[in-house]
């Protein structure tokens, strides 16, 4: 457990470094999910790592960072209902 407990804190200090610590666990984590490659909200809501939040939450998630100027979207290519996320780089 002690581990578990410094991991977390590392964690923290690095979020606090990003200056994305104001954001929620919930919304951090879609964001860094988003951040290692462009995805839509249907692959994030499907990932195992994602299994205990809705859809609604992670369509939430994203509204925040949308916000926030965090992320941003594109129409997909083949389907052009399909909203293609990625980092903005803020």
Not at 24 to 39: L, Q, W
Not at 48 to 53: G, L, N, P, Q, V
Request: hydrophobic share 35%.
């Amino acid at each position: 457990m002690k581990e578990l407990f410094e991991t977390k804190n590392n964690i923290r200090k690095l979020e606090q470094s990003l200056g994305i610590d104001h954001l929620s666990d919930p919304a951090i984590n879609v964001y860094a999910y988003i951040h290692k490659g462009p995805t839509t909200i249907t692959e994030i809501s499907k990932h195992a790592f994602f299994e205990r939040m809705s859809l609604s939450t992670v369509k939430r998630m994203v509204g925040i960072l949308s916000d926030e100027g965090l992320v941003g979207s594109t129409v997909g290519k083949s389907d052009l209902r399909q909203r293609i996320l990625y980092t903005t780089g803020v």
